[in-house]
């Protein structure tokens, strides 16, 4: 057998496809009429006594269980919270929870309520000066003392 080698140049150049006159200009007509024709559907709700009696229920869960769960907001305790308790009642809490006037000292409440000479008056009026020499030498150290 014989190998004989092809030559492009010897080869005819025609199309071996050929498309029939208008086809292009009929194409979009052609696809459409193969498209079916359905109208839109549009989803279906149907209201049963079953499905609204399940919504309620439903709804009532959530709104107790938010009652439930939010917790309860305290109102505003006034200008004095604290005018209705006695000093002695204060002063009993106070060591029962073993909290000293030191302690105290350290909070910006405590020491927002001394910035007036007068409180601060009050509260040394009924203290030992022995006591209150004794916590001055404590609170002043490598000072002169007192």
Known sequence: MDKERIRLDDLKREVPFSVPE???DQLPQIIQSR???EPVRRPVISWSWQRV???VAAMALILMLVWVTVPERQGSL???PLSGV???SIIDYLEEENISYYDLSEHKVVQKA???DSTVLYYLD???DDVLRQQLQESVS???KI
């Open 126 to 128: 009924g203290m030992d």
């Open 78 to 80: 006034g200008q004095e």
């Open 114 to 116: 001394f910035d007036t």
């Open 22 to 24: 208008g086809y292009f």
């Open 35 to 37: 498209i079916p024709l």
């Open 53 to 55: 009696t399940g919504l």
């Open 86 to 88: 006695s000093n002695a």
């Open 142 to 144: 490598g000072s002169e």
